[in-house]
């Protein structure tokens, strides 16, 4: 008897707890099999193709408001996976941050320089807490709010299959102080923690570097299948996500610069080891 193409090869359920995204995937999932629909009959349903049923259970397509919208009409939901669907889209993050978070939900790597702070997907919670604190007129229940936005970011770092991050900074990253000594130590050590991890790699451009290209602000690369395809640059009030291909590769052109600059992996870990000494 021939079974369906979509059903051919067994498919790795999603961890609902890794990100809005896999959450929604293993619902869809978990509904389709308790209504005892194959992928095919559940597209049929839908109106949708059956490889694309496939490709959004297995994190390789990411959904749509027309796809959860089908998905609640073809498993009688009462808006389930809409509810799910926007969950993915960020709605609560900061307006000029929405592009980006979704770009670098997608990215295979992400190539970060930072010349003033520890960059966002790598801030522990108190630091993270610490710098929301000071922004003009928040309230407690905004700093709540754009915390869990934060650690909800970093979610992609424990990922079955997490992007290949390399991140670039300045030394006066990890010697300027946010919050307390403490708050600094446990913010130094998780960056030593992070290190460990095989697809992250954080090399520190030195002082004695002088000037150089980065000093005018920090931007983060995004790429898939090889190729820098999306790219985020900081500003004040608010950074902007950049799709124009000539920019991305004026700003990969930067980080190649500074990069030479910068220390090699294992001494720049030496260095932020010494400040984390330094911090006690």
Partial sequence: MRRERSELSPIKNAD???????????????????????QRALASRMGFSDSL?????????????????????????DGTMFGLYI????????????????????A?????????LIPGLLQAESYARAMFSVAPGITPDQIEERLAGRM???SILHKDKPPTIT?????????RRIGSEEVMREQLQFLLDVAKRPN????????????????????????RNGAAYAAYSDAQPSGRTIEDRQVIAELAARYDAMRAEALPFKQSLRLIQEAVNQSG
């Avoid at 790597?109 to 930072?114: D, F, I, M, P, Q």
């Avoid at 790699?201 to 983060?220: K, N, R, S, W």
């Fill in 16 to 38: 609902p707890h890794e990100s809005p995204r896999a959450l929604f995937t293993a619902e869809l999932r978990r509904y389709r099999q308790t209504a005892r629909l194959s």
């Fill in 53 to 77: 049923i496939a490709m959004v259970e297995t994190l390789k397509r990411a959904p749509t408001e027309d796809f959860a919208r089908a998905c609640d009409r073809a498993l009688g939901l």
């Fill in 87 to 106: 969950a993915t889209r960020w709605d609560r993050a900061p307006e000029h941050l929405r592009p980006w978070l979704e770009e670098e939900e997608e």
């Fill in 108 to 116: 295979e790597a992400l190539r970060t320089w930072e010349p003033m």
């Fill in 152 to 154: 909800r970011r970093q």
């Fill in 167 to 175: 991140v670039l900074m300045d030394e006066a990253v990890i010697r």
């Fill in 200 to 223: 992250v790699t954080i090399q520190v451009v030195p002082y004695d570097a002088g000037e150089h290209c980065g000093l005018a602000g920090g931007f983060i690369i995004a790429e």
